[in-house]
C-alpha cells in the first residue's frame, strides 16, 4: 500500500492520518470519554463515545488515541 | 591528562553529554528507582504514567507489569509522545526493570489532559508522575483525576521539586529557577503536597527524598539563560556558595564542594500515597 489508506494519506474529512489497528483489548476496556467519563469503542481510526447525547469522536493518529476534549469532532456541532 | 587532545576532546563532550543525558530523558536516575520501589508495579498490573514526556516511567513500569499487564503512559504534548513511540528505549530495554529488546507487549502511550484522564474509574494498581505536578495549572484536579483512576488500596506515586518550608528561601528558589530559565506554575512544598494528597483522597504513607548534584557552571552555560538573567543569575549563584559556604542549604539547596568544584544539591522527594478504600 503507498497512498490512500497509508500513514500520509489523510483526506479530507476522512479518517486521520496514520495505520490503527485495533487498539489492545485490554486498554479499550479501560477507556473512557474524558468529557462524560462514557466507554468508548474504535471505529477504524476513531473511538466513539457511546454515549448518545455526546458521542464525540477522538482521532486515533499514528497509532495514539488522542483523547483530548478539543481535539474531539462533536457531532451536535459537525 | 593522556591521549592527546582527541581525547581531552572526547571526554569533556562525553562528560558535557552525560551531564545532559539524564535530563533529555527528564531528570535523574535516583528518582526513577525511588518511584519504582514506592510504586512497586507487579506482573499483571495495570499501571498508569501522567505526563510521560518521553516515556521514561512509562517503559520501566511496561517490564514491570509484562505482557500480561498494561502500561499506559498518557501526555498532553502530543509531540512528546510521537517522540516516545521513536525511542529506542521504548521497548523497555534500556530502563530499569526493562525487559529487554524487542516489541514492549501492554505499552500504550494516549494524548490527554491531566484533569481529564480518559479512563473509567478505578481502572488502576498503579498511578505515576513524574516532575509534573509544578507544571499543573490546577494540580488539586490533575491529584484528583489520577486518584479516581485508581483502585481503592491502589498506589499513586508522585515525585517533584518541593519547596522550602521557609517563605525567604522558597522566594530564593523561586527567583533562582525563573532566573535559570525554568518554566513552571508552582512548586509546592512537600507538607503541602501531602495535604493535597490527602484532600484528593490518597494519604500519603511514605516518602524518599531524592537527591540530585548539580553544577551551577552549567546553568550559566544553558541556551535557557537569558544574557539580563545570566548576570543576575551568576550574583545568585555566588550568594548562595560563598557567603554560605560549603554545607549550607539555601534556596533547597546544599552547597557541596567536589575536586574544589562547586555543586548545588536538590533534595526532590517521592511520594507514595494509597487510594482509601
Known amino acids: ?78 | 591528562m593522556t591521549g592527546g587532545q582527541h581525547a581531552g576532546t572526547d571526554a569533556a563532550t562525553r562528560a558535557h553529554f552525560t551531564a545532559r543525558a539524564t535530563q533529555y530523558s527528564g531528570g535523574s536516575e535516583a528518582s526513577l528507582q525511588a518511584m519504582l520501589e514506592l510504586a512497586s508495579p507487579r506482573p499483571g498490573e495495570r499501571a498508569l504514567d501522567v505526563a510521560t514526556g518521553t516515556g521514561l516511567v512509562l517503559f520501566a513500569l511496561a517490564g514491570r507489569v509484562g505482557p500480561g499487564g498494561l502500561a499506559v503512559g498518557v501526555d498532553f504534548t502530543p509531540a512528546m509522545l510521537a517522540e516516545a513511540a521513536r525511542r529506542p528505549s521504548a521497548p523497555g530495554g534500556a530502563g530499569p526493570g526493562g525487559a529487554g529488546p524487542g516489541p514492549q507487549p501492554g505499552a500504550a502511550l494516549i494524548a490527554a489532559h491531566a484533569t481529564q484522564l480518559p479512563f473509567r474509574p478505578g481502572s488502576f494498581d498503579v498511578v505515576t508522575c513524574r516532575f509534573a505536578v509544578h507544571h499543573f495549572s490546577d494540580p488539586g484536579a490533575g491529584l484528583g483525576a489520577m486518584v479516581e483512576a485508581l483502585r481503592p488500596g491502589g498506589r499513586l506515586v508522585i515525585a517533584d521539586f518541593i519547596c522550602p518550608e521557609d517563605p525567604a528561601a522558597a522566594e530564593l528558589q523561586d527567583r533562582l529557577e525563573r532566573l535559570r530559565g525554568h518554566v513552571y506554575v508552582q512548586i509546592f512544598t512537600q507538607s503541602r503536597l501531602q495535604e493535597m494528597l490527602a484532600a484528593a483522597g490518597c494519604p500519603v504513607r511514605a516518602v524518599r527524598p531524592s537527591a540530585r548534584e548539580m553544577r551551577p557552571q552549567e546553568w550559566l552555560a544553558s541556551p535557557n539563560v537569558s544574557p539580563e538573567s545570566r548576570v543576575a543569575l551568576a550574583e545568585l549563584i555566588n550568594g548562595l556558595t560563598e557567603h554560605g559556604g560549603t554545607g549550607s542549604r539555601q534556596a533547597g539547596l546544599e552547597v557541596r564542594r567536589v575536586d574544589g568544584e562547586v555543586r548545588l544539591v536538590r533534595t526532590d522527594a517521592v511520594l507514595l500515597g494509597i487510594k482509601s478504600g
Open chain 1, 1 to 78: 500500500m503507498s497512498l490512500g489508506a497509508g500513514s500520509r494519506g489523510e483526506e479530507a474529512g476522512a479518517e486521520p492520518g496514520g495505520s490503527a489497528g485495533l487498539l489492545d483489548a485490554g486498554l479499550l476496556e479501560i477507556l473512557a470519554c474524558p468529557d462524560c467519563r462514557s466507554p468508548v469503542a474504535q471505529d477504524g481510526t476513531w473511538l466513539v463515545c457511546q454515549d448518545q447525547r455526546c458521542a464525540k469522536r477522538y482521532p486515533i493518529r499514528e497509532g495514539i488515541p488522542v483523547m483530548l476534549v478539543e481535539e474531539a469532532v462533536d457531532p451536535r456541532q459537525a
